[in-house]
């Protein structure tokens, strides 16, 4: 593919900060990508820096000056041992599928981290690339700071995602509905290998590159399975169990995505695409946030039976090595798809009955945490701070909670506890550490991203992420931050294509 090499110059300034880049995925054909380098910007300036995960990732930019950093995170500065390409995938978006690939992001490489993890390193929002098609290949501000703030948050929870390093302006405007501030993310993941990566070279009928890719991405993520039999199988079972896994954690803290298309679906079980998402305030089953989810196909009820079709979808690509007959590898693959729903019931009653104060599955009663969410539903609650409640005698001595259904449903929980042997003294502790007090609130979120956006006010922003980063705190001062919205902020949207 072709090298669209521009204007970016190497300096050796920031070089020393720790890099230690290797290039595995480039090590692949290069139909999996194609040579790219961030465009250039006129003005740089260094928004935020997450300090804390440069330290983790064996990463010091302590003593650079302002300036070189927002170089560095607005790809202006590319570290000498980075290979920058852009990746090249497929998808269905919606259910309809596409050629894709990297629009507006290049990754520079594979970092080694302290404890010997290989992490990508990928700008977003740093220019077109040959994978752009109509697109400007550019980012807002306040998209970028959403994704860092809600990344961060997912990861303080203890949610496998992607995690956000820098936000960097480029002084450049993006123009969406109306002009904004351009700038780029530099994402931290896993590796950025998606369900749509496997279905781009499938549709292709490269059977070579799907074996190697294959091959790769189970050495890289899976690397239990190198020497299983039946290896391609036992594959598609482990990325369905990490996937399921994933999505009881989303449904436990009342996450969505948004936009759970299959591009948007990475192989080693983390969040990943930061767009339309947002964390439920009132318990709705069929909770929307994204404007252009008409259907509520990526609906809160939605979100397993969604990771399960684009499972179904991942299935298929691996058709070819899972049985040489074409039949046999239908059936193996349909066994391990319909496995899926037994899969995820264990992982969301697991994460469920700890909310509720259950330490072993065996105790957990899926129709006793069935019956709550129903009852929360009716009464239009608060998800997170009800859960928060049920650990607070004083919380529920709230008039609410004197409601006959509710006191029904708490003597039968009382009394499944004490079936279970547990004491209220322990039940309480297990909840106090799983149900969240704090969680990036959409209204909080908005005036952050408005403090930034309008005053350059970034004190707002850094509060909230004390905030979020210290999610299960019983901290007083931090009471504002657990308030759900006034009812005028209440019918929150989300808006892809930012
Ligand atoms: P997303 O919905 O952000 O996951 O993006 C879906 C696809 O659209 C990916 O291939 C992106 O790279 C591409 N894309 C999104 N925004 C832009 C943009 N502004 N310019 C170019 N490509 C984009
Ligand atoms: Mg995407």
Redesign the pocket.
């Known amino acids: 593919m072709s090298d669209s090499t521009r204007n970016t110059h190497h300096a050796p300034d920031t070089q020393d900060a720790g890099w230690r880049f290797a290039h595995s995925y480039t090590q692949l054909s290069d139909v999996f990508y194609a040579r790219s380098r961030p465009v250039p910007f006129s003005k740089p300036s260094l928004y935020i820096l997450n300090r804390q995960l440069a330290l983790e990732l064996g990463l010091n930019f302590d003593r650079f000056p302002e300036a070189e950093l927002a170089c560095l995170f607005t790809g202006q500065q590319i570290p000498n041992n980075a290979d920058p390409i852009a990746q090249a995938?497929a998808?269905h978006?919606f259910g309809g599928f596409t050629f894709?690939?990297?629009?507006?992001?290049i990754l520079l490489g594979e970092h080694e981290t302290p404890t010997g993890n290989l992490v990508d390193i990928q700008f977003k929002?740093s220019g077109?690339?040959v994978?752009?098609?109509?697109?400007?290949?550019?980012?807002a501000l306040g998209p970028m700071l959403r994704e860092y703030i809600i990344s961060e948050a997912m990861h303080s929870l203890g949610i496998p995602t992607t995690r956000s390093l820098a936000v960097a302006t480029t002084g450049e405007p993006v123009y969406r509905e109306k002009m904004l501030r351009g700038a780029v993310l530099t994402r931290v993941a896993a590796s950025h290998i998606r369900v749509g990566t496997f279905q781009y070279i499938a549709a292709r009928k490269d059977f070579d590159n799907l074996k190697s890719l294959a091959d790769y991405t189970i050495a890289r993520h899976y690397p239990g399975l190198v020497d299983a039999k039946e290896k391609y199988l036992a594959f598609v079972y482990a990325v369905a169990e990490r996937q399921a896994a994933l999505i009881a954690q989303w449904q436990s803290v009342g996450f969505i995505h948004g936009?759970m298309?299959t591009?948007?679906m990475a192989i080693s079980g983390e969040t990943i695409?930061y767009?339309p998402c947002a964390f439920m305030d009132t318990y709705h089953k069929d909770t929307v946030f994204s404007s252009i989810d008409d259907y509520g196909r990526y609906a809160y009820g939605n979100q397993s039976v969604i990771a399960q079709w684009n499972l179904a979808r991942f299935a298929e690509t691996l058709l070819p090595l899972i049985h040489e007959q074409h039949e046999t590898a239908i059936e193996l693959a349909t066994k391990a798809i319909h496995s899926i729903p037994a899969t995820y019931q264990r992982y969301w009653g697991q994460t469920m009955g700890k909310k509720l104060g259950f330490t072993h599955l065996e105790s957990v009663d899926t129709a006793l945490v069935e019956s709550l969410l129903t009852w929360m539903q009716q009464n239009k609650l608060d998800f997170t701070n009800t859960f928060c409640d049920l650990s607070s005698d004083q919380q529920l001595e709230k008039e609410i909670y004197q409601d006959a259904s509710f006191l029904n449903w708490r003597r039968e929980w009382e009394q499944k506890l004490l079936d279970a042997g547990i004491k209220r003294e322990d039940a309480i502790a297990t909840m106090r550490q799983v149900n969240p007090t704090i969680i990036p609130r959409n209204h909080r979120v908005e005036e952050a991203l408005q403090a930034c956006e309008e005053r350059d006010d970034v004190q707002v922003l850094e509060r909230l992420l004390a905030a979020i980063t210290d999610p299960f705190s019983q901290d007083a001062d931090l009471q504002s931050y657990r308030e759900p919205p006034p009812p005028a902020q209440r019918c929150y949207q989300t808006f892809?294509?930012?």
């Not at 894709?100 to 992001?105: F, S, Y």
């Not at 994978?131 to 980012?139: C, I």
């Open positions: 995938y998808g978006q894709l690939g990297d629009g507006r992001a929002g077109q690339t994978f752009s098609r109509r697109g400007d290949g550019r980012a936009v298309n591009d948007n695409d767009g892809c294509g930012t």
